[in-house]
Structure formats: C-alpha cells, structure tokens
C-alpha cells in the first residue's frame, strides 16, 4: 500500500520544471520586449537632440555671419544699406542649397516649402507689413573647400517697441492686457546708447538679425538676436592733452616754433577754422586749446612755455589766453578708458588693437597706412612702435605705441593717441597741414611696478601747418563701431 502511495505522488509532480521553464523564459521575452523599446525611445530621443542641436547651431551660424557683416571692416561688410537702416527696410542673406526640390526663398509667402519669413508679419503687425524695401544679397562660404551650414536666410531689420515686445523707454500707459502690444511703439525705431536700448535718438541703432535653419529631415530652428554697435568711448577734454606724471622735474612740455608770426595754433571751439571735410554736425561746447592733468604741468605749458610770444594762438573754451587748462576731467562712466589714468590706458592698447582695421609694427611711414582709407572710410589703425608721416593725410582713429614725427604738410581728422612721449612736427615750408579732431600725447612707460606717465614733448618747428582743431565730427567717426553687442536672444516657433 505504501509503495503505490509514493508512485502515484512522483507522477502527479511531473511537469513542473517545463512551467517553470516556460515562465522563466517568458518573463526574460518581456524584459527583453521591455529593454528592447526603452532603447528604441532613446534612439529616437537622441537623433530628435542630435537634429535639433545641428538645426540649432546651423541657425547661430546665420545670426553670427549675419552680426559679422554688419562691421565696415567686414570684407562682406552690407554696405548696401547700413550703418542705419529705416523701419520696413529689410536685408536678407540667402542660403539655398542646390538639392532644394523648392528653392528656399523667403518672400515666397504662398509656398512653405520655400521657407518664408512669416515671422515678420508676426513682428510687424500694424505698420511696415509688408517690407517697403528688401535687399537680398548671398552668403559668403564660412570655410574654403567646405560647405555652409544649413540655414536658409538671415534677416536683418530695424525695431521697434512692438516688434520685440519691450517698451525701452517705460512711457507706454496702462497695464498690458490680451493685446497689450497695442500699447507699444510701433512708429519709432530703437536704438543702443551704449547700455540700454532707448527711443532717444542717438547715433547707434539697434538691428534684429533673425535665422531660419532648416534640415533634411524637415527639423527646423528660428532663432534672432537684437543687436547694437559697441564703439570706442574715448573722452576728450581738450584739442591736445599732454599726460605728464604730475612731478616738476618731468613735467610736460610743448615747445611753440622759434620764428616770429608762426601760422601753428591750437583752437578749443568746436570746428572753429579747420577744414571738417564737408561733415556735419552741431557744434558741441568749446574746450581748452591744450589741457594737462596736474599743476605742475600747468605751470611748465601755460607759464614757461606759452606766454609768449603768440599766446593769442592758443584759444578755446572760455579760458584767458593761452589757454591752458588743468581742466576738471570727470571720467565718463561709459567710457572705454580714463585717459588720466596709466594702467587703465595699458588695458585700452589691446582693445584698440584687436579692433582695429591695420595693425602695424613700427618704425611705419605713410606708405605703411591703408589704401582704403578715406574721408568716407575712416579706419582705426594701430602701429605698434614709431610712425612717421609725410605729405599725408589720415583718417579715423590712429594709437600709436612709439613716438610721432610728421611733416607740417601733413594731417589727420578723428583722434590721435601717442604714448612713446614725443610728437614732433618738422618744417614744411608753405604748408597747410592740419588735424581736426582731438590731440593726445603721453609717455606711457611699463615695467615691474606696473605703468605709469613720464615727461611728454610736443616739438613744432617752423613752418610747421596750421596747427590743431577740435572738431565733435571727426572725433565721433573716428570712433566707429568695432563689435554688435547681443542685447537679447530668443528661439521663435517656426511656422
């Protein structure tokens, strides 16, 4: 009886082992299925990242050339149309590939295939809509041998307060509701004072540079940013400032011409008698012939060295003749440097030079300067040592490192910033040669105690032109935009 019991119990136990099988390999086919589509997703994830970051950096590839092509010294500069622009006016850069089954155009509002800008019309809703102007112009290869990235167009327009959504100015009245862009400015474009965006009129405007991108796969990007030129703020107090380091024994010095009735003058009053080459601009308060930054420096100019004999060919800015000033300077805060300053002056050489149109290493002459450079295209050079001129005439800002010589036949309008610690203006019999702008001279001298001033010199022979003139208008083209500042960025849903 026991032994039929125990065969009839292994019988009823037979099987098991295959539904444990069976489950066991079940739940690894589900685990399996499961890991099998978590990796999938993160497949799809990763190429929708990887299309939108290369649809995302094709569309900043636009904006930056785009920013690029707004500085004159750009070889691609627009020149069509800038440094301003009216509102409605529209700049396209286009980018169509030649695979295009429809090539991108973005005025071809009736066809999305053709990538239109329709966020324009977003942006301009009541005025300027559509575009009373619109230049097109191509991109410009990024890198030789290599194609551009993928972004269709730029487009680069003026703004107002509606079109960016932002009232610069907090003169808008009301609490902003469902249309509250109604209560913006839509008539006036925007500008950049050097800090803030602003309604004032000032002599930079402010642009929007928008990109559309778009790839193969039908990814696209929107991005724009509101851009404004940053230029050099050099402040000048007077028509020639001589920075001495405030000691007797090194102060500054400015030795007039030896002959009797000398033509050489300095003249404080805006575009007093110089030749501004034909700009225009209002006249700004006078200031001092020749201002210096200590007593010492007043004393040796003013009293030993311009008292006599033609004192009266030093005048400007309300001072008793020769004026001589120890002038209140107050450093502007907006300002690239404090010319009173030594070290703030060894900061402000590399700004200049990596803004700048020619960098040259010195000793230079005229033949040395920039064939581009014209009344109508003034540049900033930098020469990085002596410079000496002859019969030649610039234009823009000039810094240079070393000292400067030139002939009384020669010239300059904008700014002129020497720091070797000498000019000296040599005889030119007859001549006429002139500077309209702004004069500055020091003796910059570095070490291991750091920078500081030493004893400047301004030599004028005989016959040695018609001297200096402050001039407002050469010194504000000298100072010509060197970067567009990004103000804002944002990404636009597209369509």
């Keep these: ?27 690894v086919a ?35 050339e785009g920013r690029g092509r707004l500085l004159p010294r750009n070889p691609n500069y627009l020149n069509c149309c800038l440094p301003t622009l009216p509102l409605g006016q529209v700049i396209y850069i286009t980018n169509p ?25 977003q942006e301009f809703r009541r005025a300027f809509n559509p575009p009373s102007s619109i230049v097109k112009t191509p991109s410009v290869q990024s890198l030789p041998g290599f194609a551009n990235p993928l972004y269709k167009w730029v487009r680069i327009n003026a703004i107002d307060e509606e079109a960016i959504l932002v009232d610069v100015n907090n003169t808008d009245p009301g609490p902003p509701d469902s249309f509250w862009f109604t209560q913006l400015n839509f008539v006036q474009p925007i500008y950049f004072d050097g800090k803030n965006l602003t309604r004032v009129v000032t002599p930079y405007q402010a642009l929007a540079v928008t990109a559309l991108a778009a790839l193969p796969d039908k990814s696209t990007k929107l991005l724009q940013y509101v851009v404004g030129p940053v230029a050099l703020q050099i402040p000048i107090s007077a028509a020639l400032t001589i920075a001495g380091p405030g000691l007797v024994a090194d102060a500054a010095v400015f030795n007039q011409p030896s002959m009797p009735n000398y033509t050489f003058s300095i003249y404080g009053d805006d575009q ?52 001589v000033s120890p002038s209140p300077y107050v450093h502007p805060s907006n300002s690239t440097v404090d010319m009173t300053d030594p070290i703030s002056l060894s900061i402000f050489l590399p700004i200049v030079r990596n803004a700048a149109d020619a960098v040259l290493n010195g000793p230079r002459t005229e033949a040395d300067m920039p064939s581009a450079m014209s009344a109508t295209n003034p540049m900033t050079v930098y020469v990085n040592g002596d410079l000496s001129l ?92 060197f970067t567009y500042k990004v103000i804002s960025f944002r990404e636009i849903p597209y369509p």
């Design 1 to 27: 009886m026991r032994e039929k019991r125990k065969r009839r119990t292994r019988k009823e136990q037979a099987g098991v082992a295959l539904l444990l099988a069976i489950f066991i390999l079940l739940l």
């Design 30 to 64: 589900v685990v399996g299925l499961a890991m099998m589509a978590a990796s999938g997703t993160e497949t799809s994830l990763t190429a929708n990242y990887r299309s939108s970051t290369s649809a995302y950096y094709a569309a900043l590839s636009g904006l930056e």
């Design 97 to 121: 590939l030649a695979s295009d089954p429809v090539p991108s155009d973005p005025t071809n509002y009736g066809n999305a295939a053709a990538y239109p800008d329709t966020e324009y019309a």
């Design 272 to 323: 007093a008698t110089g030749d501004n080459g034909g700009l225009t601009c209002p006249a700004k308060p006078s200031l001092p012939a020749i201002g210096v930054f200590n007593h010492a420096d007043y004393v040796n100019v003013h009293d030993n060295k311009l008292l006599t004999p033609q004192p009266g060919n030093y005048t400007g800015g309300g001072v008793a003749i020769p004026s």
């Design 390 to 481: 002859n019969s030649f005439t610039g234009y823009g800002l000039l810094v240079v490192r070393g000292n400067f010589t030139y002939t009384g036949d020669s010239g300059w309008k904008g700014i002129v910033i020497v720091l070797g610690g000498t000019i000296t203006v040599t005889n030119a019999p007859g001549s006429n040669g002139e500077f309209d702008g702004a004069v500055y001279l020091a003796n910059l001298t570095t070490g291991g105690g750091g920078a500081a001033f030493g004893e400047a010199t301004y030599n004028v022979a005989n016959h040695a032109g018609k001297g200096i003139y402050y001039d407002s208008c050469w010194v504000s083209a000298a100072l010509k935009p």
